[in-house]
């Protein structure tokens, strides 16, 4: 298994009980931000290009957020089903696990969590925009500005259930 790396000491994540796979964790996300203002939210940041990711870190910490990282999509359902994450950021194109595939389980493991695609293909096949439209998914195309990922973050967490329909 991938190793887990969070970018604040205090972070709050939690594993999940149990040594076989969890359940799916209840509709928390809200809840949990409301209860208890004081934490900040976990991002899950998948993306196998590790200067963009390490870039993409140090930006989301700065804009108050936890991270956990992974290099692939099959690490990063491991750690969607290992640790209390509030919003998943993903790149589409990865090896081992691609974004997409790792969308369409992440939706079954964890329906109430929110999902930002990220891309640095110049072109998305229609199917693929489909997929992530019908799911509520915001796609951002690479070079994007740090601004402009916080904000499609934010807009992701704010969406009743996760902005999911489906």
């Known amino acids: 298994m991938g190793h887990v790396r969070f970018s604040s000491p205090e972070s709050r994540a939690e594993p999940l009980p149990g040594p076989e796979a969890p359940e799916p964790l209840p509709p928390l996300a809200h809840h949990r931000r409301a209860a208890l203002p004081l934490l ?48 998943v950021v993903t790149d589409l194109k990865m090896p081992v696990l691609g974004g997409r595939a790792l969308v369409g389980l992440a939706a079954r493991a964890s329906p109430t969590v929110p999902v ?49 329909s489906g």
Not at 61 to 80: S, T
Not at 119 to 145: Q, S
């Open 40 to 87: 900040k939210p976990v991002v899950l940041l998948v993306e196998d290009d590790a200067l963009c990711r390490a870039g993409l870190r140090r930006h989301l910490v700065k804009a108050g957020f936890d991270v956990c990282e992974a290099a692939d999509g099959m690490e990063g359902l491991r750690q969607l089903l290992r640790w209390r994450i509030d919003v």
């Open 116 to 164: 930002v695609a990220i891309t640095g293909m110049p072109h998305v096949p229609a199917r693929t925009r489909r997929l992530l439209g019908r799911r509520g998914i915001e796609l951002l195309g690479k070079p994007f500005g740090a601004e402009e990922l916080t904000a499609a973050i934010r807009r992701a967490m704010e969406r009743p259930e996760g902005g999911r």
